[in-house]
């Protein structure tokens, strides 16, 4: 199966197009996809705010990521999905023992991209910054299918098909090596509202 093409789906209109300043013009103009300019410079946001504290987990593999596509289309069932693409380089922080990317940060972008996908439904269906921000992931699938070398420009593509703040949400990522037209990983991605502590009343 070849990796997905960079394409622009069949236009739709979500949300307004304003141009936003809060990110560096290129970032948001090199972002392809169908979604508004106000969608794109959301996802843009959410990404910065996943990477907010400095000493964070895995900061330096997140500064590494580039969004290049944010798209929502409809379905066969007639619901939204979205799909985020970004593409990163494997670099020597992401390393295992044989100078390929470590399982883990396999996992941690599965999580990172299939996330923001999930937020980018989000503000498309209700027109807002995301409230599912605070869920937690309850299970993360995942299938390693080839290995990604040092220097290897990856893809990651993140979809998601339906969003509920009050249930658990499910999304999906798949990884794909631009170099040698293969797949590195797929991942299945559930996530959920977190458990409310009990009142000590």
Not at 37 to 49: E, P, S, V, W
Not at 74 to 87: D, I, M, P, T
Not at 147 to 161: K, Y
Request: proline fraction near 6%; glycine fraction near 6%; hydrophobic fraction near 35%.
């Amino acid at each position: 199966m070849a990796p997905p093409a960079r394409r622009t789906p069949p236009s739709e209109s979500y949300g307004d197009d304003r141009t936003s300043t809060r990110h560096p013009p290129n970032a948001l103009a090199a972002i392809q996809g169908n979604a508004s300019c106000a969608l794109k410079d959301g996802t843009l946001t959410m990404l910065a705010l996943f990477g907010s504290q400095n000493n964070g987990f895995s900061n330096s593999v997140r500064d590494q990521v580039r969004i290049t596509e944010v798209s929502v289309t409809r379905g066969e069932s007639g619901k939204s999905q979205a799909q985020v693409v970004c593409e990163l380089e494997v670099c020597k922080d992401m390393l295992n023992i044989v100078d390929s990317m470590h399982g883990g940060c396999t996992v941690f972008l599965i999580d990172e991209i299939s996330t923001l996908a999930v937020n980018a439904l989000e503000m498309h269906v209700y027109q807002a910054m995301p409230t599912t921000i605070m869920n937690v992931s309850q299970a993360i699938n995942t299938v390693y299918h080839a290995p990604a070398p040092f220097g290897t420009t990856l893809r990651v593509v993140g979809s998601c098909i339906s969003v509920d703040e009050n249930s658990a949400l499910f999304c999906r990522a798949e990884i794909w090596d631009i170099n040698n037209q293969r797949m590195v990983a797929t991942g299945t991605h559930i996530k959920m509202p977190p458990s409310q502590p009990k009142s000590r009343l």
